[in-house]
């Protein structure tokens, strides 16, 4: 299965905090903001904790929220195998940033 936005969040989550030991986590980011108001971006480093808000945008909010999480493919295997069966005609430092 292809991952969905609740698997994508739960990596950019630091599981570290948790009490996990692992330190392998993908790194993450979240690109803010409001429509018509260039000087309104903002940028948020990841990982991020499990408290913070992060949704996708709704008609109230006027913040538009745009995560981004690097080598999504190394953590969900299924992702991986979509990708080498669909674009595994490409070489691998050019399929990095799909």
Excluded: K, Y
């Excluded at 698997?7 to 009490?19: F, T």
């Excluded at 108001?37 to 109230?60: M, R």
């Excluded at 080598?71 to 669909?86: E, Q």
């Amino acid at each position: 299965d292809i991952p969905c936005w609740s698997d994508v969040m739960e990596l950019a989550i630091d599981n570290c905090s948790n009490g996990d030991a692992e330190e392998d986590f993908p790194t993450s980011r979240i690109i803010q903001h409001i429509p018509s108001q260039l000087d309104s971006f903002q940028l948020d480093l990841g990982p991020f904790d499990s408290n913070d808000e992060i949704l996708p945008v709704d008609e109230f909010n006027q913040v538009v929220q745009t995560l981004v999480v690097n080598d999504v493919d190394r953590f969900i295997t299924s992702l991986s195998d979509w990708m080498d069966a669909n674009f595994g005609f490409l070489p691998r430092w050019r399929r990095d940033d799909a």
